[in-house]
C-alpha cells in the first residue's frame, strides 16, 4: 500500500511590531533606544522596548464570572429544594461551592495583583522586607501596608481594611489550602441540609462578601491616591473604564452597591 504524502504544515505568518492591549504599560529601559554609525559611514537603530500588564481588572472579572455561577447554583438548589428533588440539589450545591471557592480565589487573587501593581509604585524599605520575611507576616498585613503608603487612608479605614484584607486571604486560604480531615456536621445556613462544614463555608454569601470587599476596596482606591504618588494616579486615570466596567457588573449582578462602605481619606 502506496503511503500518502502528509500535507505541508502552514507556517505562520511572522509577526510585524508589538501587539498593545488596552491597560498595558510600555516603556523603553536603560539602553534600549540604540543608533550605530558603522567604519563605512552606515548608521542601523534598534530599539529595545518592555511590557507590563496590570492583571487586577482581569482577576476582578474572573470573581465575578464566577460569583454569578455560584448565585445561579444557589437559585437552583432552593428551588430543588422546594420541589423536593434532593438530587438535583446536591448537583445545584456542589455547582455552587466550585464557582463560590474559585469567585473567592479571584477575589483574594485580584488584591494580590493590586498589591503587585503598587510596588511597581511604592518603596518599601529592604529592612521591612527581611522583617517581613523573617518574622513570615501575614499575606493580609503586606498588602495592607502596601496600600497604606499608597492611599490615603483614615487610620479607622485602614483597620476596617485590614479586617477585610484577614477575612478575604484566611477563605481563601481553606480553598487552595484544603483539608480532608473530618469535622462536625453543621446546619447549612441557606438550605434546608446538615452537612459538611465546608459546604456552608463555600457558599455564595461569602463568594459575593469576598467579591464585594475586593471591587469596593481596590475601586475607591482609585480614588484615594496620596499626592506623593502622581505616576500610580496617572496610571489608574487610564484604566479607570476597566474599573469602572467592573463595578457597573457587581452592581447589575448583586443589586448591592459597590461604593457602600468608602473609605475616609486622611
Given at each position: 500500500?502506496?503511503?500518502?504524502?502528509?500535507?505541508?504544515?502552514?507556517?505562520?505568518?511572522?509577526?510585524?511590531?508589538?501587539?498593545?492591549?488596552?491597560?498595558?504599560?510600555?516603556?523603553?529601559?536603560?539602553?534600549?533606544?540604540?543608533?550605530?554609525?558603522?567604519?563605512?559611514?552606515?548608521?542601523?537603530?534598534?530599539?529595545?522596548?518592555?511590557?507590563?500588564?496590570?492583571?487586577?481588572?482581569?482577576?476582578?472579572?474572573?470573581?465575578?464570572?464566577?460569583?454569578?455561577?455560584?448565585?445561579?447554583?444557589?437559585?437552583?438548589?432552593?428551588?430543588?429544594?422546594?420541589?423536593?428533588?434532593?438530587?438535583?440539589?446536591?448537583?445545584?450545591?456542589?455547582?455552587?461551592?466550585?464557582?463560590?471557592?474559585?469567585?473567592?480565589?479571584?477575589?483574594?487573587?485580584?488584591?494580590?495583583?493590586?498589591?503587585?501593581?503598587?510596588?511597581?509604585?511604592?518603596?518599601?524599605?529592604?529592612?521591612?522586607?527581611?522583617?517581613?520575611?523573617?518574622?513570615?507576616?501575614?499575606?493580609?498585613?503586606?498588602?495592607?501596608?502596601?496600600?497604606?503608603?499608597?492611599?490615603?487612608?483614615?487610620?479607622?479605614?485602614?483597620?476596617?481594611?485590614?479586617?477585610?484584607?484577614?477575612?478575604?486571604?484566611?477563605?481563601?486560604?481553606?480553598?487552595?489550602?484544603?483539608?480532608?480531615?473530618?469535622?462536625?456536621?453543621?446546619?447549612?445556613?441557606?438550605?434546608?441540609?446538615?452537612?459538611?462544614?465546608?459546604?456552608?463555608?463555600?457558599?455564595?454569601?461569602?463568594?459575593?462578601?469576598?467579591?464585594?470587599s475586593a471591587v469596593s476596596i481596590i475601586a475607591q482606591c482609585h480614588e484615594l491616591?496620596?499626592?506623593?504618588?502622581?505616576?500610580?494616579?496617572?496610571?489608574?486615570?487610564?484604566?479607570?473604564?476597566?474599573?469602572?466596567?467592573?463595578?457597573?457588573?457587581?452592581?447589575?449582578?448583586?443589586?448591592?452597591?459597590?461604593?457602600?462602605?468608602?473609605?475616609?481619606?486622611?
Open positions: 500500500m502506496t503511503n500518502m504524502p502528509m500535507p505541508e504544515p502552514i507556517s505562520p505568518a511572522v509577526p510585524k511590531g508589538v501587539f498593545i492591549m488596552k491597560g498595558m504599560r510600555i516603556r523603553i529601559p536603560a539602553g534600549g533606544f540604540r543608533i550605530e554609525i558603522h567604519p563605512n559611514g552606515s548608521q542601523s537603530t534598534s530599539l529595545t522596548i518592555e511590557l507590563a500588564v496590570d492583571f487586577t481588572p482581569h482577576w476582578l472579572s474572573c470573581a465575578l464570572e464566577h460569583l454569578g455561577a455560584a448565585q445561579a447554583a444557589r437559585a437552583a438548589a432552593e428551588d430543588s429544594a422546594v420541589r423536593g428533588d434532593e438530587q438535583a440539589m446536591g448537583e445545584a450545591l456542589e455547582r455552587e461551592v466550585r464557582a463560590s471557592m474559585q469567585a473567592i480565589v479571584g477575589a483574594a487573587t485580584a488584591f494580590d495583583a493590586f498589591y503587585a501593581l503598587l510596588l511597581e509604585y511604592v518603596s518599601i524599605p529592604s529592612d521591612l522586607v527581611r522583617r517581613w520575611k523573617k518574622n513570615r507576616t501575614a499575606r493580609h498585613r503586606q498588602v495592607a501596608e502596601v496600600m497604606r503608603r499608597a492611599i490615603r487612608f483614615s487610620g479607622e479605614t485602614l483597620v476596617g481594611v485590614q479586617r477585610v484584607l484577614s477575612e478575604v486571604y484566611r477563605i481563601r486560604d481553606m480553598a487552595v489550602h484544603p483539608s480532608a480531615a473530618f469535622g462536625s456536621v453543621v446546619r447549612h445556613p441557606g438550605l434546608p441540609i446538615n452537612s459538611d462544614w465546608r459546604l456552608a463555608a463555600f457558599r455564595v454569601e461569602n463568594a459575593r462578601a469576598a467579591v464585594h491616591v496620596r499626592d506623593s504618588h502622581p505616576a500610580l494616579r496617572k496610571h489608574f486615570s487610564e484604566v479607570k473604564s476597566d474599573i469602572e466596567t467592573v463595578v457597573q457588573e457587581f452592581e447589575r449582578q448583586t443589586g448591592l452597591q459597590a461604593w457602600d462602605a468608602r473609605p475616609a481619606p486622611a
